[in-house]
């Protein structure tokens, strides 16, 4: 976002991405100048915003001022354009039928209060916080993590409850699910990050993958008491929230090549990162030599690539190379081996990032393809027992049904523009199948095509058989 900014010296005013606000510092020597949209100050000295907690507060209730200014303007235009159509209709005696449309257009426009519904609220971008807002908006449309922030199940023991970002959740969910129609200031949750997480603490544009795992890694360790009697017979195992939900198992076989023997490892993991067609990791949208060939490709466009495309390519085997030989415990030797990603357990929530930052050296890129992803996906032919059962002869997989891994999405985020000058915004469903875009503090109705044709970066799918409507 360019944003407007104002010196406090004299009368300049100067975009900040375009840099004229800072040549006028250097040639006036006027340090400090304040973002007319957020009402932050920044010192061209410090290379960074400075805050007083009076000037904070003044910017406070000056954005609240404005937005009840501007929702009763808007009410009154409403209301006169309603009262003006009316007038219109009864001194026109001979009005056209073409012009009919024109009178009811007004009317139609006002269809916008079913935007307003109970958990859609805009979020103020308080300087480059657009990558925090998605990501809010994602994790306030999971049912799950709902129930638990609305029904006050998180007992907090800290002992400043002040620093506890489970509380701040907490109150985020009920301030997200008031029935208000203003936007919400997330600042604590901001000041909370910085805080626990100092590598995201500043005004620069972060990534919304980083600052998903962050936030999540955050509340897994302020959770941690929530489960505590759940962890009694195995301190090894969270069974917080955040692990219910987004916990998934990744299993990893490496097989040898001399003596056939297999190694295996299961990690845990919060998402899976994707590798995407154009990035240095040699990719092909093509089946990989031993693939399924029932998946579903309910995603596939001829010729373009699919979040299918790129979790086969995920789940490969992959030829480790003579450069990297393992010691066979069997062989007790070192050899050429090949390994293979599957997912042992499937988690909850299923998030995947699709690598379109890529930084190889000193030079950085996104990658813009298209990716095609789906509003359903089946999991099934992902998991560790698929592959399994296809090594025995085609054996039924054993650990679940197929039912329990179909999926639905309902949150996609993306990035639009570059690695430089970037802004995220976020797609979330509600109701089945309506869908809303939120960008920052203004929602709007989206549709399908909106949706399905947006350049994804972060895909949220839910458990089918776990969702509440």
Known sequence: MNRLHSCLSCVFFGCFTEKHIHKHAE???????????????????CKDYVYDKDIEQIAKETKEKILKLLTSISTDVSQQQCMTSGVEEKHSTCESKEQEP?????????????????????????????????????????????DFFLSDKHKCVMTSPSLCLVCEMSSLFHAMYSGSRTPHIPYKLLHLIWIH???????????????????????????????????ANNPNCCNCIIDQIFTGGLQSDVTCQACHSVSTTIDPCWDISLDLPGSCAT????????????VSRDDHIPGIPSLTDCLQWFTRPEYLGSNAKIKCSSCQSYQESTKQLTMKKLPIVACFHLKRFEHVGKQRRKINTFISFPLELDMTPFLASTKDSRVKEDQPPTDCTPNE????????????????????????????????????????KATIEDL??????????????????
Not at 426 to 431: D, E, G, H, P, V
Not at 452 to 466: D, P, V
């Open 27 to 45: 040639t006036k020597q006027h340090n400090l100048a304040v973002d007319l949209y957020h009402g932050v100050i920044y010192c061209f000295m």
């Open 102 to 146: 024109k009178l009811v257009k007004p009317k139609k426009k006002r269809r916008k209060k079913s935007v307003c519904t109970v958990g859609l609220r805009g979020l103020i971008n308080l300087g480059n916080t657009c990558f925090m807002n998605c990501i809010v908006q994602a994790l306030t449309h999971i049912p799950l993590l709902k």
């Open 197 to 231: 997480a100092e590598h995201l603490a500043g005004y620069r544009q972060q990534d919304a993958h980083e600052f998903l795992i962050a936030i999540l890694d955050v509340l897994h360790r302020h959770s941690k008491d929530d489960s505590v009697g759940q962890e």
């Open 283 to 294: 990719f092909s949208s093509q089946s990989p030599e031993g693939a399924d060939s029932t």
């Open 405 to 444: 891994n179909k999926y639905s999405l309902f949150a996609v985020i993306n990035h639009h523009g570059t690695l430089e000058s970037g802004h995220y915004t976020s797609f979330i469903r509600q109701q089945k199948d309506q869908w809303f875009s939120c960008d920052d503090a203004i929602i709007t």
């Open 452 to 469: 399905l044709y947006s350049e994804g970066y972060l895909l949220f799918y839910h458990k089918q058989g776990l969702e509440k409507e």
